[in-house]
Structure formats: structure tokens, C-alpha cells
């Protein structure tokens, strides 16, 4: 974990309910000629925490993050379309 989130392009999002972790997800970033891209390397959610919509929140703070950045990102998770 040490060497994941030492890692420049790497950032966590942490989902918590009551100040307990119930998910995570991992994106990583890199640098195009074109412009900064990124893509999500993994969504985790405890699961017992399932079916809450916490790995779709965890995806929309990712683009909403992405989005702030100016990044590009392949695609908008489940859609086929970049987030616009």
C-alpha cells in the first residue's frame, strides 16, 4: 500500500460510512503529448456495504476530481462516453 500511494500518479478516494473505510477506488494519471489521461485501476467496496451506490459515488468523485484537473479520461464508467 506504501508504494501504491507513494506513486505520483497514483491518488485513493475513500468511501466512509460512520468514519468506518467501506470502499476505495485507485486511479492512475499519466501524461500524454495531448494532455493528461487517466484511467480507474480498481473500485472496492466492503460487502457488507454493497448495493448502496458507494462504488458509483466513488466513480462520480473521480470524474468530478478529473474534471476540476482538466484530465481526460477514457470513458465514463458503465457508459461508453466521455465525461463531459
Known sequence: MATL???DGVVLFVARVNDAIVGMATPATFPLVSGWRGIVEDVV???TARGRGIARK???AIIDESTRLRYAWPAKAGTGASPQ
Do not use: C, M, N, S
Open 5 to 7: 500511494l507513494g506513486h
Open 45 to 47: 467496496v466492503r460487502e
Open 58 to 60: 466513488l466513480l462520480e
